[in-house]
């Protein structure tokens, strides 16, 4: 897979308290990186490309493209495009779908699954450990694009702690949180 290259630096989240002190425990919000310098309507790599790094299958395959990434694999940008025929519309909540937290959350956990198998010679199954600092902050219905964001934050030998941010559009940001994940044993 051809990597994207440039693309936008950095943004610092957070205020003041976000200072230089522990960048790791920024506030989250505002976007991971700027969006501004990127092509969000380029696809890269389709469901199936995916699907070779990542375990997920079925309805909980999530990622539909991935959009960009850094030539290091550090950063990028996915897509889940939200559906009305996807499994939880007509319970959550009838008569007004909202995608439930926990698949946004997922997602994001996803984008930092990939950016971290591709990587590795070969794929490896992901465990997440832990889901920090969480928050949703708008609502994401059918028809709505959720561009996934992932920045990763710490790379060890078999783990990995990312920050994901799920946007709707250039700006409105549905979700934030800190996923850690360790990959399985063979």
């Not at 290091?72 to 779908?97: C, I, K, N, S």
């Not at 078999?158 to 063979?186: C, K, P, Y």
């Amino acid at each position: 897979m051809t990597p994207v290259t440039g693309g936008p630096p950095p943004v610092a989240r957070g205020g003041a308290s976000a200072g230089e002190d522990n960048p790791e425990k920024a506030p989250h919000n505002r976007l991971l990186f700027e969006l501004a310098g990127l092509d969000l309507s380029r696809r890269l790599v389709p469901r199936e490309g995916i699907e070779r790094l990542n375990p997920h299958r079925g309805a909980m395959s999530l990622l539909d493209w991935i959009v960009w990434n850094t030539p290091d694999y550090t950063r990028g940008v996915g897509l889940m495009q939200v559906r009305e025929d996807q499994f939880w519309v007509a319970g959550h909540f009838p008569g007004r779908p909202m995608l439930p937290g926990v698949l946004m959350v997922e997602a994001g956990a996803q984008m930092a699954c990939y950016l971290y198998n591709i990587r590795r010679p070969q794929p490896k199954v992901i465990a997440f450990l832990r889901i920090e600092d969480c928050a949703f902050r708008s609502m994401v219905t059918p028809g709505d694009d959720l561009h996934i964001l992932a920045n990763e934050i710490k790379i060890g030998r078999r783990r990995f702690i990312s920050d994901v941010q799920g946007v709707v559009g250039n700006d409105r940001i549905a979700f934030d949180a800190r996923v850690t994940g360790m990959q399985l044993d063979e």
